[in-house]
Structures are given as C-alpha cells and as structure tokens.
C-alpha cells in the first residue's frame, strides 16, 4: 500500500543528518519518529513503547496528530499516567517477530522502541524503509545525539524514581541490551528481519552501526535517493490511510485501545 518510510530513532549518527539540514529534505515524507525525535522532526506520527515516557512528555505529544505506543497497563491508570491523548494508538507487543501475524499476537518490541517501530511499518506493507539513528552503540563518546542537552531523555519510573538509559557508566550500557556481544545482538534480534529482506528493502542509513542485518549506506547516498525520487504527500491524508489499514486488522474501544478481531 504504501512505497516507502523513514524511521528515525536517536543515536548518534545523526547528528550528521543534521549538519545536512535533514529535517527541511524530510518535511514531505513519510518519516516515523521514535521517543524524542518528534522534536526535531515533522513526523508523519511518532512512536514509543515505554509508558514513562508517554507520561513525563504528555505535555508536548498532546500537540502531535499521530501517537502509536505499546499497550501498557499504565497508561490506562491515571494514579500513574495521564488523560488519553485522542490521537493515540495502542497496540498489543510480542517478545518474537511475527511478521504480519502482529497484527492478531502483538508487535516484536525486544526491549528496543525501534524493532516496534519497524515491525509496524513492515506490517503496513511499505516497501522500501530507512532506519535512521539506529546505531545501537556509542559514536564519538554518545549513545543518543542529544545527550547532554537539557530536557531530553530524563524519566521518571512508577516509584518517583528518575531513570536515564543514556551513554555508559563504568563502561555499561545504560541501556541494557547495548551490552550483548555484537555477534549476538544482531543473531537474537535483529536477523529476525532477514526473510524480510526478500520481499522489502530496508536500509540502515548508519555506517558505524552495531547492526549488520541490513545493508548500510551512508548520508550522501540516502540523500541522493530521496533527492532522485522526491515526495509530496499530503500527510493528514497519510495518517488517515495508516489508521484505515490498522482498523482493517484491529479493532478498537473509545480510548483507542487496540484488540484483536
């Protein structure tokens, strides 16, 4: 149904997309945006699976037109989170990939925000993804491009307790699936999109990443691409597709809690 998307998560490999003014070159794609990234990109919709963080940054998704997160028995809760947002999307998550049987079992999350946001564009049906800032690893001393600066990757957990999975202490991951050897971070999560690779394409726009499931390129070369091929899509007719093609396989209640058909 739909050609092509961009994914763009946080590492720091993106902080190169940025020195190439990529938020003005994406403006009129399909981009999704993981966590933090709807504020520097205009985003087709944004994505989280992470309950605390629909919680701690309510206050600015309330003014995005897209929200899909993972369902999460918190959310519903308000001695714990906040009001519904009207635009937001649950969907059920899975430990395993199950390709198009996500949309009856649940959505392959692994811990990582971007292997459910993945799972759900393949389940869309679109042809061609870039993942963007999927680097999985620390680049030039930083997991996420924007450590360091005020306000961005601060939560707070169930108990009032603050929480940071950004960058390394005592050379640890703070985010915990980071520290799997590279060999098995890429044999027990990521290659179970290789039978995938058959139908789509899917490129990892990330030279130094961990990843190796998917074939890398680098900014110039992704940027010609979009540059050759360049879209004009009017995005609130976009997302009125995407939500027609999520009632085709779910069903839904008044608060948008997704269920099976």
């Given at each position: ?17 940025f020195e190439k003014n990529l ?10 945006t993981i966590n933090e990234e ?223 058909n």
């Open positions: 149904m739909f050609k092509r998307c961009i994914i763009i998560g946080s590492g720091n490999s993106l902080t190169e997309g938020p003005k070159l994406l403006q009129n794609e399909i981009v999704f709807f504020r520097f990109f205009k985003s087709t919709l944004t994505t989280f699976v992470d309950w605390t963080f629909y919680k701690c940054r309510y206050n600015l998704l309330k003014y995005h037109p897209m929200v899909v997160g993972r369902w999460d028995h918190h959310i519903k809760n308000k001695e714990y989170c906040c009001e519904i947002l009207p635009q937001l999307i649950l969907l059920p998550s899975c430990s395993k990939y199950l390709g198009q049987d996500s949309w009856k079992k649940g959505f392959y999350t692994g811990k990582l925000s971007g292997l459910f946001t993945l799972t759900f564009a393949i389940a869309l049906g679109f042809e061609k993804i870039f993942l963007l800032g999927f680097d999985c690893k620390s680049i030039n001393g930083k997991t996420h491009h924007y450590e360091g600066i005020s306000g961005f990757g601060q939560f707070v957990e169930e108990n009032g307790k603050p929480r940071n999975r950004m960058g390394k202490k005592n050379g640890i991951y703070n985010t915990g699936i980071f520290n799997k050897k590279k060999k098995d971070f890429n044999q027990d999560i990521w290659d179970n999109y290789k039978p995938e690779l058959e139908k789509i394409q899917i490129y990892n726009v990330s030279s130094d990443s961990i990843i190796d499931t998917f074939p890398k390129i680098t900014y110039d070369d992704f940027i010609v691409k979009i540059k050759e091929n360049s879209s004009n899509i009017n995005q609130d007719l976009i997302r009125k597709e995407i939500k027609k093609h999520i009632i085709k396989h779910v069903q839904f209640d008044k608060n948008n809690y997704y269920f099976n």
